[in-house]
């Protein structure tokens, strides 16, 4: 399977509700980092993080499908 066709597959709910987290926590981040205010480094690096792992869960939620795929059988012959 393709990315393409990963991408356009059907997303199991888990993951559709996990990526919602994933963006709600890339959406925080981007917004400490974007303060126009001076805030603590300990803040700062806080958000850094958050974007960061809430971009990873997301593609890794959105790349998640339904299909099963088994392993072949090495003495199938189909």
Do not use: H, W
């Not at 806080?46 to 088994?70: D, K, N, P, R, W």
């Amino acid at each position: 399977m393709n990315i393409i066709k990963r991408v356009k597959a059907p997303t199991p709910k888990f993951f559709k509700v996990l990526r919602n987290i994933g963006l709600a926590m890339a959406a925080i981040g981007g917004t400490i980092l974007a303060a126009p205010i001076a805030l603590p480094v300990v803040l700062t690096t806080v958000g850094g993080y958050m974007a960061v792992a809430g971009g990873v869960v997301t593609a890794v939620s959105q790349l998640t499908t339904e299909e099963v795929i088994l392993p072949k059988d090495e003495n199938d012959d189909r």
